[in-house]
């Protein structure tokens, strides 16, 4: 496939590396997209989300820099990412955005950035507010904090918040696959980043003030061993339930 990719820059390069050939090249390596495609889809979060709203399901290729700028990195791997045809088509579009005294890009790119670092997620409004001029500009070309997806992130919250409480009762009675069924559940949900943000607040006083009186308990459980003990039904199931049990 490497060579397939080089085959194809190689010919956007020979027809002059313009925005023409770099479209004609994408649209006719319909073998390359394909493959592509199929191993965005294994890193997306969830049930292939989309890489930049992480909440529809991820449909599109998308060019973080878009192929009209830059059509040499047309077939570049790291230049691809799996989003959704609304945030691919209706919100970033060909945007990229990118600081004047530097030239380095002012987006978040999920194939490298880690978004917590420019990104704080409010949980109970479900907004995100920036930490960085890279998160600024990101919530502004990525839509980020649409009506549909604040509310989404609220919702989610409150259904994490259920479904850990719930997985810790499981681990508590020995209903070991039960327990299994409701992390993959967590794990494969839309708004991970949901997810990861309760994660973070296990031991803080704001685990306290969330709606459930036995979530603190649950989530310290939850976060206290490893994500694949968590989802994994055949690995150690009676080990599994003793760490997970916490008392
Ligand atoms: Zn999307």
Not at 81 to 86: E, H, I, M, N, R
Request: with cysteine; aromatic share 6%; hydrophobic share 40%.
């Amino acid at each position: 496939m490497t060579k397939l990719c080089d085959f194809r820059t190689e010919k956007i390069r020979e027809a002059g590396a313009t925005s023409q050939a770099a479209h004609e090249q994408w649209k006719a390596a319909k073998a390359a997209r394909i493959h592509i495609k199929g191993l965005l889809e294994q890193m997306a979060p969830g049930r292939v989300r989309c890489m930049y709203c992480l909440d529809n399901q991820g449909t599109d290729i998308d060019h973080f820099e878009p192929k009209a700028r830059t059509p040499l990195r047309t077939f570049c791997w790291d230049n691809h990412v799996l989003a959704c045809s609304y945030c691919n088509s209706n919100v970033k579009r060909d945007l990229f955005p990118c600081d004047p005294a530097t030239g380095a890009c002012l987006l978040i790119d999920p194939t490298v950035d880690d978004p917590a670092d420019h990104l704080k997620l409010l949980l109970k409004s479900g907004e995100l507010k920036w930490r960085t001029s890279k998160g600024r500009r990101s919530i502004e070309v990525f839509g980020l904090n649409r009506p549909m997806l604040r509310q989404g992130r609220a919702d989610a919250c409150g259904v994490f918040i259920s479904e850990i409480v719930r997985w810790h009762d499981q681990v508590r009675l020995g209903k070991v696959e039960a327990a299994t069924r409701t992390a993959v559940r967590l794990r494969q949900s839309g708004f991970p980043d949901v997810l990861r943000t309760l994660e973070g607040v296990a031991g803080t006083p704001l685990a306290s003030v969330l709606e459930d009186r036995y979530f603190p308990e649950a989530l310290a459980a939850w976060v206290a061993i490893p994500n694949c003990q968590r989802v994994i039904p055949s690995m150690r199931a009676g080990h599994t339930v003793t760490l997970s049990a916490g008392s």
